[in-house]
């Protein structure tokens, strides 16, 4: 989620509708940001014409023009306003005692007696400014070029990031966003690197800010997901990539989910009618895609497991050869005649048959999944006649995640990537290679970005023997 800045203040002075300063703020103190501006207002006699004259005064450009601030307003004088009377707040070059400052049309519409000018004490707080509004007078001037503004959110759960020179205004940092944020009720701090200490790709946190709560309910690709964010993997910001790879399998297909996390490609690909064999590593990321599985309906396509990935690479290709699984898509018949209490057997439209082998495997461990594509050599040794040309079947495609740095054209990534591949399948594999796509899915750090590398299985690698 990315927090908008102040929306430009038009026609008028930037400074004015600033909040006061305060760099030495390190407990939030909402009471100091108060501010009153005097205006001037065009009081309207008689609220039929309020339209009219803001339109008019719209045109000639005399109103303020400003981000949550509406133009009408209650008369400043408390009885006018108790009898409903509106007034339109003016940009600050107008002075309601100076006509000099006067437009032309400010001038018609007075002496016509439509309107006529009043000053207008405009009140100000700390629920009117953003967040940035918010920081930027509070935090050091050094400080702000790279103010946070972007974060995770999964959930109710705002999930920051920040950098060393921002730790010391951590809780006042957290406080304004979960002020400014009405849909965030918790705010956590990642206290190290995803994946760096633990195969789970969990990480520890801190709160900042809110309930310590994070049990938390996601919706992605129409799919929904609950799980504790504190025991699992989850990033909203892959949304993208996860709908990418699902777009690449075809109904009736078979997919192979080595890392399946909570079920982000598992799931929404059990939608789509492919069969998804999805495995986890982490009980609690197992037990939330059990959970995903049932709640989403797609218990006759997607089957999950709790193994170590090297392993389920070679028993998931042995064990698919000898599963046997047809589903049957039916159409609901419409009842018959008018008096029947019964409705009519469903109509079955289409018969799907697992196949023998994947058509797909994703391995989405970014941190080291590369490391496990050795179990791909001799997977089908001795197997050949399972794939083309003896049948209609080609040999997967691989899609694993890993990390690389970063330039304008990735093509030195590209080949570094490729060379990682190489040497794990003892095959050569480079950019130029058929079928081969290193795909830049999002950075990560400064000099870090996330890959994912499609390649299809070479013959040489899956039928090589012992």
Request: hydrophobic residues 40%; charged residues 25%.
């Amino acid at each position: 989620m990315e927090l908008r800045q102040s929306s430009p203040i038009v026609e008028s002075s930037p400074n004015m509708f600033r909040p006061p300063i305060n760099r030495t703020m390190r407990v939030l103190d909402r009471s100091f940001f108060r501010k009153t501006l005097p205006l001037s207002a065009a009081r309207v006699n008689g609220n039929k014409m309020i339209s009219k004259c803001r339109a008019e005064l719209e045109r000639s450009k005399d109103l303020l023009r400003m981000a949550r601030i509406g133009s009408v307003q209650p008369d400043p004088d408390t009885d006018m306003a108790s009898w409903g009377r509106k007034c339109l707040l003016l940009k600050p070059e107008v002075r309601y005692e100076d006509s000099s400052t006067w437009s032309p049309k400010l001038l018609e519409l007075v002496r016509s007696n439509e309107i006529a000018l009043v000053p207008f004490s405009l009140d100000l707080d700390y629920n009117f400014w953003t967040y940035h509004d918010i920081l930027t007078s509070i935090m050091p001037e050094e400080e702000q070029e790279e103010l946070p503004s972007g974060f995770n959110t999964v959930g109710h759960i705002a999930h920051l990031n920040l950098r060393s020179q921002y730790l010391p205004y951590k809780t006042l940092i957290a406080t304004v966003l979960l002020d400014k944020c009405p849909t965030i009720k918790t705010v956590i701090n990642k206290v190290d690197d995803v994946g760096s200490d633990n195969e789970y790709r969990t990480f520890d946190y801190e709160l900042l800010a809110g309930e310590p709560n994070l049990n938390v309910e996601v919706k992605e690709q129409g799919c929904f997901f609950q799980f504790n964010y504190s025991k699992v993997y989850w990033n909203s910001k892959l949304d993208t990539e996860h709908r990418r790879i699902v777009q690449l399998f075809q109904v009736g297909e078979a997919v192979c989910d080595v890392m399946a996390g909570v079920g982000p490609f598992a799931v929404p690909a059990g939608k789509k009618r492919v069969f998804v064999w999805a495995n986890d590593l982490n009980p609690a990321s197992y037990a939330s895609l059990k959970h995903a599985i049932a709640r989403n309906k797609v218990v006759n396509f997607v089957k999950p497991f709790n193994k170590d990935g090297h392993q389920f690479i070679r028993s998931s290709a042995a064990s698919l050869l000898e599963t046997k699984t047809n589903i049957y898509l039916t159409d609901k018949s419409p009842r018959q005649g008018t008096t029947s209490t019964c409705a009519a057997q469903p109509t079955v439209r289409k018969k799907l048959v697992q196949p023998r082998t994947f058509a797909h495997y994703i391995l989405n461990l970014p941190a080291s999944a590369l490391s496990f594509l050795p179990s791909f050599v001799g997977l089908y040794a001795g197997q050949e006649t399972l794939f083309a040309p003896h049948t209609t079947a080609n040999l997967p495609m691989v899609h694993v995640y890993c990390f690389s740095t970063k330039s304008d054209t990735n093509e030195e990534e590209k080949i570094k990537i490729c060379a990682e591949i190489s040497q794990m399948l003892r095959f050569e594999i480079t950019p130029q290679t058929p079928e081969v796509l290193i795909w830049e899915v999002r950075d990560v750090a400064p000099q870090k970005r996330l890959f994912c590398a499609s390649f299809r299985l070479p013959a040489e690698v899956a039928f090589r023997g012992n």
